[in-house]
Protein backbone atom coordinates (compact mmCIF):
# COMPACT_ATOMS: atom_id res chain seq x y z
CA UNK A 1 0.00 0.00 0.00
CA UNK A 2 1.16 3.38 -1.07
CA UNK A 3 0.32 6.98 0.25
CA UNK A 4 0.76 5.64 4.43
CA UNK A 5 2.76 9.02 5.11
CA UNK A 6 0.49 10.36 8.09
CA UNK A 7 1.17 13.84 8.06
CA UNK A 8 -1.84 15.66 7.78
CA UNK A 9 -2.30 17.00 4.50
CA UNK A 10 -3.37 21.04 4.74
CA UNK A 11 -6.93 21.47 4.28
CA UNK A 12 -7.09 23.10 0.57
CA UNK A 13 -4.61 20.67 -0.66
CA UNK A 14 -6.27 17.81 0.76
CA UNK A 15 -10.19 19.32 -1.44
CA UNK A 16 -7.74 20.31 -4.26
CA UNK A 17 -6.44 16.09 -4.55
CA UNK A 18 -10.09 14.60 -3.91
CA UNK A 19 -10.82 16.46 -6.91
CA UNK A 20 -8.46 15.64 -9.20
CA UNK A 21 -8.79 11.91 -8.29
CA UNK A 22 -12.65 11.95 -9.49
CA UNK A 23 -11.86 13.70 -12.14
CA UNK A 24 -9.87 11.18 -13.13
CA UNK A 25 -11.86 8.39 -12.42
CA UNK A 26 -15.24 10.06 -14.11
CA UNK A 27 -16.77 7.74 -16.33
CA UNK A 28 -18.18 7.66 -19.79
CA UNK A 29 -20.61 9.69 -21.16
CA UNK A 30 -23.86 8.06 -21.24
CA UNK A 31 -27.82 9.44 -23.02
CA UNK A 32 -30.34 10.01 -20.86
CA UNK A 33 -33.96 10.76 -21.47
CA UNK A 34 -34.69 15.00 -20.77
CA UNK A 35 -37.06 13.61 -18.00
CA UNK A 36 -34.53 11.57 -16.12
CA UNK A 37 -31.50 14.23 -16.81
CA UNK A 38 -32.66 16.50 -13.52
CA UNK A 39 -29.82 16.19 -11.31
CA UNK A 40 -27.06 15.02 -13.59
CA UNK A 41 -24.43 16.41 -15.23
CA UNK A 42 -23.93 17.63 -18.91
CA UNK A 43 -20.83 15.55 -20.07
CA UNK A 44 -21.22 17.61 -23.82
CA UNK A 45 -21.71 21.32 -24.65
CA UNK A 46 -25.76 22.11 -24.98
CA UNK A 47 -25.35 23.59 -28.24
CA UNK A 48 -28.66 25.26 -30.55
CA UNK A 49 -29.43 22.83 -32.91
CA UNK A 50 -31.16 25.86 -34.66
CA UNK A 51 -31.61 29.23 -34.66
CA UNK A 52 -33.78 30.34 -31.56
CA UNK A 53 -36.13 31.29 -32.94
CA UNK A 54 -36.08 29.33 -35.66
CA UNK A 55 -38.66 31.31 -37.39
CA UNK A 56 -39.81 34.98 -36.85
CA UNK A 57 -42.08 35.26 -34.15
CA UNK A 58 -45.06 36.84 -32.80
CA UNK A 59 -45.27 38.38 -29.41
CA UNK A 60 -48.71 39.38 -29.62
CA UNK A 61 -52.43 38.70 -30.60
CA UNK A 62 -52.75 40.77 -33.31
CA UNK A 63 -52.40 42.00 -36.89
CA UNK A 64 -49.56 41.31 -39.21
CA UNK A 65 -49.57 44.30 -41.46
CA UNK A 66 -48.30 45.34 -44.88
CA UNK A 67 -48.35 48.86 -46.57
CA UNK A 68 -50.83 51.48 -45.44
CA UNK A 69 -53.76 51.13 -43.40
CA UNK A 70 -56.99 50.63 -43.22
CA UNK A 71 -56.10 46.94 -44.15
CA UNK A 72 -58.22 44.72 -45.52
CA UNK A 73 -58.11 41.57 -43.72
CA UNK A 74 -57.08 38.09 -45.72
CA UNK A 75 -56.67 35.36 -43.44
CA UNK A 76 -55.18 34.50 -40.14
CA UNK A 77 -52.19 32.61 -38.78
CA UNK A 78 -51.97 30.72 -35.54
CA UNK A 79 -49.64 29.20 -33.88
CA UNK A 80 -48.06 25.91 -35.28
CA UNK A 81 -49.51 26.93 -39.15
CA UNK A 82 -46.83 28.11 -41.44
CA UNK A 83 -48.13 31.57 -42.81
CA UNK A 84 -48.42 32.42 -45.99
CA UNK A 85 -46.62 35.27 -47.54
CA UNK A 86 -47.98 39.35 -47.46
CA UNK A 87 -47.85 40.36 -50.95
CA UNK A 88 -50.61 42.97 -51.25
CA UNK A 89 -50.16 46.23 -49.73
CA UNK A 90 -52.66 47.74 -47.34
CA UNK A 91 -53.91 43.94 -46.51
CA UNK A 92 -53.28 42.38 -43.22
CA UNK A 93 -53.56 38.88 -41.25
CA UNK A 94 -54.73 38.30 -37.66
CA UNK A 95 -51.77 36.78 -35.82
CA UNK A 96 -51.51 35.03 -32.63
CA UNK A 97 -48.92 35.01 -29.80
CA UNK A 98 -46.34 32.69 -31.06
CA UNK A 99 -47.64 32.24 -34.39
CA UNK A 100 -44.89 32.63 -37.33
CA UNK A 101 -44.86 36.17 -39.08
CA UNK A 102 -45.61 36.02 -42.53
CA UNK A 103 -43.10 36.86 -45.21
CA UNK A 104 -43.54 40.25 -46.58
CA UNK A 105 -45.05 42.03 -42.79
CA UNK A 106 -44.29 45.33 -42.16
CA UNK A 107 -44.88 45.78 -38.67
CA UNK A 108 -47.33 43.61 -35.89
CA UNK A 109 -50.51 45.78 -34.43
CA UNK A 110 -51.56 44.61 -31.29
CA UNK A 111 -55.49 43.43 -30.71
CA UNK A 112 -56.29 46.49 -28.05
CA UNK A 113 -54.40 48.88 -30.29
CA UNK A 114 -56.42 48.54 -33.43
CA UNK A 115 -59.95 49.08 -34.46
CA UNK A 116 -61.91 47.79 -37.51
CA UNK A 117 -64.39 50.10 -39.53
CA UNK A 118 -68.11 49.01 -41.17
CA UNK A 119 -66.00 47.54 -43.52
CA UNK A 120 -64.30 45.02 -41.79
CA UNK A 121 -60.64 46.99 -42.29
CA UNK A 122 -58.29 47.32 -39.60
CA UNK A 123 -56.46 50.64 -38.55
CA UNK A 124 -53.93 51.17 -35.86
CA UNK A 125 -50.72 51.75 -34.63
CA UNK A 126 -47.62 49.68 -34.30
CA UNK A 127 -45.27 49.83 -31.37
CA UNK A 128 -41.69 51.70 -31.94
CA UNK A 129 -40.06 48.20 -30.85
CA UNK A 130 -41.19 45.62 -33.08
CA UNK A 131 -43.60 42.96 -31.67
CA UNK A 132 -42.13 39.44 -32.64
CA UNK A 133 -39.04 37.86 -32.23
CA UNK A 134 -36.46 37.67 -34.87
CA UNK A 135 -34.69 33.88 -35.83
CA UNK A 136 -31.64 33.51 -34.11
CA UNK A 137 -31.88 36.36 -31.49
CA UNK A 138 -31.63 34.13 -28.13
CA UNK A 139 -29.63 31.69 -29.70
CA UNK A 140 -27.64 31.27 -33.21
CA UNK A 141 -27.52 27.52 -34.43
CA UNK A 142 -24.60 25.59 -33.14
CA UNK A 143 -23.71 28.51 -30.20
CA UNK A 144 -22.42 27.20 -26.64
CA UNK A 145 -25.68 27.47 -24.73
CA UNK A 146 -24.10 25.66 -21.16
CA UNK A 147 -20.63 24.41 -21.01
CA UNK A 148 -20.20 20.68 -20.24
CA UNK A 149 -19.82 20.11 -16.57
CA UNK A 150 -23.49 21.99 -16.03
CA UNK A 151 -25.38 20.25 -13.11
CA UNK A 152 -28.89 19.81 -14.84
CA UNK A 153 -31.86 21.62 -13.79
CA UNK A 154 -35.18 21.86 -14.84
CA UNK A 155 -34.45 25.26 -16.46
CA UNK A 156 -31.54 23.10 -18.14
CA UNK A 157 -34.28 20.34 -18.72
CA UNK A 158 -36.44 23.19 -20.62
CA UNK A 159 -33.65 25.11 -22.57
CA UNK A 160 -32.76 21.76 -24.27
CA UNK A 161 -36.24 21.13 -24.95
CA UNK A 162 -36.99 24.24 -27.03
CA UNK A 163 -33.46 23.43 -29.16
CA UNK A 164 -35.16 20.16 -30.11
CA UNK A 165 -33.06 17.60 -28.20
CA UNK A 166 -34.55 14.43 -26.19
CA UNK A 167 -32.18 13.30 -24.55
CA UNK A 168 -28.86 14.56 -23.09
CA UNK A 169 -25.19 13.42 -22.66
CA UNK A 170 -24.99 13.24 -18.92
CA UNK A 171 -21.95 12.02 -16.31
CA UNK A 172 -22.86 8.73 -14.93
CA UNK A 173 -24.53 8.74 -11.30
CA UNK A 174 -21.95 7.79 -8.54
CA UNK A 175 -23.57 4.85 -6.84
CA UNK A 176 -22.52 5.06 -2.53
CA UNK A 177 -22.26 2.53 -0.22
CA UNK A 178 -21.99 3.77 3.59
CA UNK A 179 -20.29 1.16 6.32
CA UNK A 180 -21.16 2.10 10.29
CA UNK A 181 -18.15 0.37 11.99
CA UNK A 182 -18.33 0.18 16.07
CA UNK A 183 -19.72 -2.27 18.68
CA UNK A 184 -20.65 0.36 20.90
CA UNK A 185 -22.97 1.76 18.48
CA UNK A 186 -27.15 0.63 19.00
CA UNK A 187 -29.09 1.24 15.98
CA UNK A 188 -32.41 1.70 17.66
CA UNK A 189 -33.95 2.86 21.29
CA UNK A 190 -31.85 5.56 23.74
CA UNK A 191 -28.15 5.57 24.58
CA UNK A 192 -27.04 4.37 27.62
CA UNK A 193 -24.92 1.12 29.68
CA UNK A 194 -22.03 2.40 28.16
CA UNK A 195 -23.35 2.35 24.46
CA UNK A 196 -24.32 5.24 22.26
CA UNK A 197 -26.79 5.66 19.53
CA UNK A 198 -25.48 5.76 15.68
CA UNK A 199 -26.11 8.85 14.72
CA UNK A 200 -23.95 8.80 11.25
CA UNK A 201 -25.88 5.74 9.48
CA UNK A 202 -29.21 7.32 9.50
CA UNK A 203 -27.70 10.90 8.40
CA UNK A 204 -24.68 9.85 5.75
CA UNK A 205 -26.98 8.57 3.21
CA UNK A 206 -29.02 11.74 2.83
CA UNK A 207 -25.69 14.02 2.75
CA UNK A 208 -24.41 12.20 -0.70
CA UNK A 209 -27.74 12.01 -2.12
CA UNK A 210 -27.33 15.65 -2.05
CA UNK A 211 -24.09 15.89 -3.66
CA UNK A 212 -25.72 13.48 -6.44
CA UNK A 213 -25.22 9.90 -5.79
CA UNK A 214 -27.37 6.89 -5.60
CA UNK A 215 -26.75 5.96 -2.35
CA UNK A 216 -28.81 2.62 -0.13
CA UNK A 217 -29.50 2.48 3.58
CA UNK A 218 -26.13 2.66 5.74
CA UNK A 219 -25.04 -1.18 6.74
CA UNK A 220 -23.85 -2.48 10.11
CA UNK A 221 -22.54 -1.41 12.47
CA UNK A 222 -19.77 -4.03 10.76
CA UNK A 223 -18.22 -6.27 13.87
CA UNK A 224 -15.04 -4.96 15.40
CA UNK A 225 -12.79 -8.04 13.63
CA UNK A 226 -10.68 -7.14 11.02
CA UNK A 227 -12.00 -10.18 8.97
CA UNK A 228 -15.01 -8.17 9.33
CA UNK A 229 -14.03 -5.67 7.94
CA UNK A 230 -11.96 -6.36 5.35
CA UNK A 231 -16.00 -8.93 3.58
CA UNK A 232 -17.97 -5.70 4.74
CA UNK A 233 -15.44 -3.24 2.46
CA UNK A 234 -15.05 -5.67 0.06
CA UNK A 235 -18.61 -6.38 -0.50
CA UNK A 236 -19.51 -2.88 -0.39
CA UNK A 237 -17.07 -1.64 -3.04
CA UNK A 238 -18.34 -4.72 -5.53
CA UNK A 239 -21.79 -2.53 -5.88
CA UNK A 240 -20.66 0.92 -5.49
CA UNK A 241 -18.11 3.78 -6.80
CA UNK A 242 -17.36 4.88 -3.39
CA UNK A 243 -17.87 3.52 0.06
CA UNK A 244 -17.85 5.96 3.00
CA UNK A 245 -17.27 4.32 6.18
CA UNK A 246 -17.88 5.32 10.21
CA UNK A 247 -15.16 5.48 12.75
CA UNK A 248 -11.94 3.45 13.05
CA UNK A 249 -9.85 5.92 11.14
CA UNK A 250 -7.10 5.66 13.92
CA UNK A 251 -4.56 2.94 14.94
CA UNK A 252 -6.89 2.31 18.03
CA UNK A 253 -6.99 -1.56 19.23
CA UNK A 254 -10.28 -1.90 17.67
CA UNK A 255 -9.67 0.50 14.41
CA UNK A 256 -9.04 -1.71 11.61
CA UNK A 257 -9.58 0.67 8.87
CA UNK A 258 -6.55 0.90 7.99
CA UNK A 259 -4.91 -2.88 7.82
CA UNK A 260 -8.24 -3.14 5.84
CA UNK A 261 -6.73 -1.12 3.10
CA UNK A 262 -3.94 -2.75 2.97
CA UNK A 263 -5.19 -5.96 2.19
CA UNK A 264 -7.32 -4.68 -0.37
CA UNK A 265 -4.24 -2.87 -2.08
CA UNK A 266 -5.63 0.43 -2.12
CA UNK A 267 -3.60 3.78 -2.48
CA UNK A 268 -4.19 6.59 0.18
CA UNK A 269 -5.22 9.95 -1.78
CA UNK A 270 -5.04 11.74 1.50
CA UNK A 271 -4.19 10.21 5.00
CA UNK A 272 -5.15 12.61 7.73
CA UNK A 273 -6.03 16.39 7.18
CA UNK A 274 -5.00 19.24 8.94
CA UNK A 275 -8.32 20.68 9.65
CA UNK A 276 -10.22 20.65 13.34
CA UNK A 277 -12.20 19.50 14.06
CA UNK A 278 -12.40 16.14 12.08
CA UNK A 279 -8.22 15.57 11.37
CA UNK A 280 -8.58 11.73 10.91
CA UNK A 281 -9.84 11.36 7.71
CA UNK A 282 -8.74 9.72 4.89
CA UNK A 283 -9.62 9.04 1.03
CA UNK A 284 -8.15 6.05 -0.45
CA UNK A 285 -8.35 4.40 -4.09
CA UNK A 286 -9.21 0.62 -4.54
CA UNK A 287 -8.39 -1.27 -7.90
CA UNK A 288 -11.33 -2.37 -9.55
CA UNK A 289 -11.93 -5.29 -11.40
CA UNK A 290 -12.95 -3.07 -14.13
CA UNK A 291 -9.82 -1.17 -14.04
CA UNK A 292 -11.86 1.82 -12.97
CA UNK A 293 -11.08 2.62 -9.15
CA UNK A 294 -13.25 3.02 -6.03
CA UNK A 295 -13.08 5.19 -3.66
CA UNK A 296 -13.24 4.45 -0.33
CA UNK A 297 -13.72 7.66 2.13
CA UNK A 298 -13.03 6.91 6.31
CA UNK A 299 -14.85 9.90 8.25
CA UNK A 300 -14.22 10.19 12.21
CA UNK A 301 -16.75 8.06 13.81
CA UNK A 302 -17.27 12.02 16.23
CA UNK A 303 -20.45 13.19 14.19
CA UNK A 304 -19.45 16.80 13.56
CA UNK A 305 -15.84 15.36 12.37
CA UNK A 306 -17.37 13.13 10.34
CA UNK A 307 -19.42 15.53 8.52
CA UNK A 308 -16.88 17.58 8.41
CA UNK A 309 -14.50 14.79 6.50
CA UNK A 310 -17.77 14.42 3.87
CA UNK A 311 -17.40 18.49 2.63
CA UNK A 312 -14.01 18.48 2.72
CA UNK A 313 -12.76 15.21 0.79
CA UNK A 314 -16.22 13.38 -0.26
CA UNK A 315 -17.73 16.85 -1.98
CA UNK A 316 -14.62 17.15 -4.32
CA UNK A 317 -14.56 13.42 -5.08
CA UNK A 318 -17.68 13.45 -6.28
CA UNK A 319 -17.68 16.53 -8.07
CA UNK A 320 -15.02 15.44 -9.67
CA UNK A 321 -16.63 12.33 -10.84
CA UNK A 322 -19.91 14.35 -12.02
CA UNK A 323 -17.50 16.56 -14.52
CA UNK A 324 -18.06 19.33 -12.09
CA UNK A 325 -16.05 21.86 -11.40
CA UNK A 326 -14.35 21.90 -8.08
CA UNK A 327 -16.77 23.41 -5.47
CA UNK A 328 -15.62 26.96 -4.72
CA UNK A 329 -16.11 28.87 -1.32
CA UNK A 330 -18.28 32.36 -0.96
CA UNK A 331 -16.87 34.48 1.33
CA UNK A 332 -18.59 35.86 4.02
CA UNK A 333 -18.48 39.01 7.09
CA UNK A 334 -18.03 37.44 10.52
CA UNK A 335 -20.42 39.41 13.04
CA UNK A 336 -17.79 38.12 16.05
CA UNK A 337 -14.07 36.64 16.91
CA UNK A 338 -13.80 33.20 15.54
CA UNK A 339 -10.22 32.11 16.56
CA UNK A 340 -7.89 29.87 14.82
CA UNK A 341 -6.06 26.00 15.63
CA UNK A 342 -2.62 27.26 15.27
CA UNK A 343 -1.44 25.02 12.66
CA UNK A 344 -4.61 23.91 11.47
CA UNK A 345 -7.30 25.15 9.53
CA UNK A 346 -10.06 25.59 11.89
CA UNK A 347 -13.66 25.03 10.50
CA UNK A 348 -16.50 26.92 13.03
CA UNK A 349 -19.88 25.91 12.65
CA UNK A 350 -21.77 29.12 11.41
CA UNK A 351 -25.48 30.16 10.52
CA UNK A 352 -25.74 32.71 7.69
CA UNK A 353 -27.91 35.95 8.01
CA UNK A 354 -31.11 36.84 5.62
CA UNK A 355 -29.27 37.80 2.66
CA UNK A 356 -26.37 35.37 2.95
CA UNK A 357 -23.79 38.04 4.07
CA UNK A 358 -22.24 37.70 7.38
CA UNK A 359 -21.76 34.87 9.21
CA UNK A 360 -22.46 34.13 13.39
CA UNK A 361 -20.88 30.95 14.94
CA UNK A 362 -23.41 28.60 16.86
CA UNK A 363 -22.80 27.00 20.58
CA UNK A 364 -23.16 23.22 20.84
CA UNK A 365 -20.01 23.00 18.67
CA UNK A 366 -17.98 19.56 19.78
CA UNK A 367 -16.82 16.82 17.50
CA UNK A 368 -19.16 14.17 19.03
CA UNK A 369 -22.08 17.07 19.10
CA UNK A 370 -24.73 17.74 16.42
CA UNK A 371 -26.81 20.44 18.02
CA UNK A 372 -25.16 23.11 16.63
CA UNK A 373 -24.93 21.48 13.06
CA UNK A 374 -28.44 21.19 13.11
CA UNK A 375 -28.64 25.23 13.60
CA UNK A 376 -26.13 26.18 10.90
CA UNK A 377 -25.53 26.59 7.30
CA UNK A 378 -22.22 25.70 6.89
CA UNK A 379 -18.70 26.40 8.01
CA UNK A 380 -16.43 29.52 8.74
CA UNK A 381 -13.13 28.72 7.69
CA UNK A 382 -10.01 29.96 9.66
CA UNK A 383 -6.94 29.53 7.66
CA UNK A 384 -3.89 28.28 9.78
CA UNK A 385 -1.85 30.60 11.52
CA UNK A 386 -4.69 33.35 11.69
CA UNK A 387 -7.81 34.53 13.62
CA UNK A 388 -10.67 35.59 12.08
CA UNK A 389 -12.34 39.25 13.61
CA UNK A 390 -15.83 40.70 13.73
CA UNK A 391 -15.82 42.04 10.57
CA UNK A 392 -13.40 40.14 8.57
CA UNK A 393 -14.26 38.89 5.14
CA UNK A 394 -13.42 35.17 5.75
CA UNK A 395 -14.21 31.78 3.36
CA UNK A 396 -17.16 29.54 3.52
CA UNK A 397 -17.67 26.58 2.72
CA UNK A 398 -21.69 25.43 2.44
CA UNK A 399 -23.23 22.95 4.01
CA UNK A 400 -25.27 20.71 0.89
CA UNK A 401 -29.12 22.40 1.59
CA UNK A 402 -32.15 21.44 -0.24
CA UNK A 403 -32.98 23.60 -2.84
CA UNK A 404 -35.53 26.02 -0.97
CA UNK A 405 -34.69 25.66 2.46
CA UNK A 406 -32.23 27.66 4.35
CA UNK A 407 -30.68 30.31 2.55
Given at each position: MSGDDTTPVDWQKARELAYEAGRAAAGAAEPVALPDADGRTLAEPLRALTDLPAFPTSSIDGWAVRGPQPWRPVGRVLAGGVAPPLTDPGTCVEIATGAMVPPGADALVRVEESTRDGDGRVSGT??????????GEEASKGEELLPAGTAIDPAVIGVAATCGYESLAVYPRPRAGV??????????GAPGAGRVRDSLGPQVPGWLRRYGTTTAAAVGPVQDTLEAHISAVRGALADADLVCTTGGTMHGPVDHLHPTLAELDADYIVNTVAVRPGFPMLLARVPGPDGRPRFLAGLPGNPQSAVIAL????????AGLQGRPAP?????????KVPGRGGFTHLALARLDHDGRSATPVGHVGSAMLRGLSNAHGFVVVRPGTEAAAGDLVPFLPLPLVTGERP
Amino acid sequence: MSGDDTTPVDWQKARELAYEAGRAAAGAAEPVALPDADGRTLAEPLRALTDLPAFPTSSIDGWAVRGPQPWRPVGRVLAGGVAPPLTDPGTCVEIATGAMVPPGADALVRVEESTRDGDGRVSGTSREIPDWRLPGEEASKGEELLPAGTAIDPAVIGVAATCGYESLAVYPRPRAGVLVFGDELLTAGAPGAGRVRDSLGPQVPGWLRRYGTTTAAAVGPVQDTLEAHISAVRGALADADLVCTTGGTMHGPVDHLHPTLAELDADYIVNTVAVRPGFPMLLARVPGPDGRPRFLAGLPGNPQSAVIALITLVAPLLAGLQGRPAPALSRVETTTKVPGRGGFTHLALARLDHDGRSATPVGHVGSAMLRGLSNAHGFVVVRPGTEAAAGDLVPFLPLPLVTGERP
